[in-house]
């Protein structure tokens, strides 16, 4: 028993501060949960620039295609006609749960010590708006949003706060 159980055993766990909520994500988040979550979703837009969502894609599926947890073809983006790209190189793409379960998987993975700091931020920055979109679905549960974007790109959603029309 450690020092912490010794003193909530003894019923000295009034001067032991409560722990905040990390301000990094993933902070204490369940990863299990927080993925089955991204599971349940229908559908989904990712909007972002070109080459975030192909590093996106590679980082992804490297990560499923190693893994002895997971086999790769747990993601399965969209593809063709159904990505569409804007004139700026910033694209839509509709993402089923399985895959958004896939690449959150992924940035709660690249959050070890054992991926480099690009990985690490990217992964944090993806997980925390898959988290922040899962959360605001969650809120309006069984009303289902088929207009729901999962934003990668700040500027974009100050220049574009409604989602286009496809």
Not at 14 to 31: C, D, F, Y
Not at 115 to 123: C, D, P, S
Request: net charge negative.
């Amino acid at each position: 028993m450690g020092i912490l159980g010794k003193r909530r055993a003894s019923g000295g766990t009034g001067s032991i501060p409560a722990q905040a909520e990390p301000a990094v994500w993933p902070g204490r988040r369940n990863r299990v949960d927080e993925v089955a979550k991204a599971a349940g979703i229908g559908v989904i837009r990712v909007r972002c620039h070109t080459t975030t969502w192909d590093y996106l894609q590679d980082e992804a599926k490297a990560h499923h295609g190693k893994s002895i947890r997971t086999r790769p073809e747990a993601f399965r983006p969209a593809t063709g006609d159904e990505i569409v790209t804007s004139a700026d190189g910033i694209i839509t793409v509709p993402l089923g749960g399985a895959s958004l379960a896939a690449l959150f998987d992924w940035c709660f993975e690249a959050q070890s010590i054992l991926h480099t700091e690009l990985e690490q931020g990217v992964g944090q920055r993806v997980g925390r708006a898959i988290s922040e979109a899962i959360e605001h679905l969650s809120a309006a549960r069984g009303q289902g949003d088929p207009s729901a974007v999962i934003w990668l790109d700040d500027q974009i959603a100050a220049d574009s706060p409604t989602p286009p029309q496809t």
